[in-house]
């Protein structure tokens, strides 16, 4: 068990500019999760899936997000036309879908960093 | 809609000292409970959960919480603080109904321990 795994774990880019962010969860989790962490706050969620299907997202995530599971294992989270709002932690977790609320295991997390 | 309030924002204690970080929820349903623990640089990682059963739950280094349904509250605890315990601390929560599984967390407490 490799954990969850987040890549790149820090970004900078210029204000304008189209970023892209992978998250490959724990194997047999179908079960994945998008959280933004801004500085001293608590993470806050953005969308989730189970296996390729996205069920739900916040209205934080606005038109210029965008985020995909296209054969439910790894996941993207494409931020187009970035602004210095967007500057913040991105926190990708992942579960097991039961019956029973299952732990979200979630990785380093992507820094992003808009000038 | 769930919200999480942890009215500390920094705890500073003497090492071996015990500790108390506060959480209080507000929801219209019921319930899980969680406390996540990130290390600076670091992802979240889980320290403890409730479910259901007894309203005292133990977890990791030496952790421990109560779930009091009557103050809608689940501080968490520990006996006494080592120098390695400095980390943030966030509350949070997820409806036990439906599918959804999302967390909404507190915007946490900064445990400070010195010697």
């Known amino acids: 068990d490799t954990g969850v795994s987040q890549d790149p774990r820090h970004k900078i880019t210029k204000r304008g500019q189209n970023v892209t962010f992978r998250c490959d969860p724990i194997?047999?989790?179908?079960?994945l999760y998008w959280y933004r962490q801004t500085l001293g706050q608590g993470p806050e969620f953005l969308t989730y899936?189970?296996?390729?299907?996205?069920?739900?997202k916040s209205r934080l995530l606005s038109d210029r997000f965008s985020a995909e599971r296209p054969k439910g294992s790894f996941s993207t989270l494409e931020i187009q036309r970035t602004e210095q709002g967007d500057s913040a932690m991105y926190l990708c977790?992942?579960?097991?879908?039961?019956?029973?609320?299952?732990?979200?295991?979630f990785g380093p997390g992507t820094r992003l960093t808009v000038l | 809609a769930q919200s999480v309030t942890q009215l500390d924002s920094q705890v500073p204690v003497f090492e071996e000292a015990p500790v108390e970080l506060r959480c209080n929820y507000s929801?219209?349903?019921?319930?899980?409970l969680f406390w996540y623990v990130q290390y600076p640089n670091q992802g979240l990682q889980l320290l403890l959960k409730?479910?259901?059963?007894?309203?005292l739950v133990k977890g990791i280094n030496g952790f421990e919480a109560e779930f009091n349904k009557s103050q809608t509250s689940f501080h968490l605890r520990k006996p006494s603080v080592h120098i390695s315990d400095t980390a943030e601390y966030f509350c949070?929560?997820?409806?036990?109904?439906?599918?959804?599984?999302?967390?909404?967390f507190g915007t946490g407490t900064r445990l400070q321990v010195t010697l």
């Open positions: 194997s047999e989790h179908n079960r």
């Open positions: 949070a929560v997820s409806e036990r109904t439906g599918t959804a599984s999302k967390l909404t």
């Open positions: 409730y479910l259901s059963g007894s309203t």
């Open positions: 899936f189970q296996n390729e299907a996205q069920l739900e």
């Open positions: 977790a992942s579960s097991l879908a039961s019956g029973r609320m299952n732990e979200q295991f």
């Open positions: 929801s219209s349903v019921s319930v899980y």
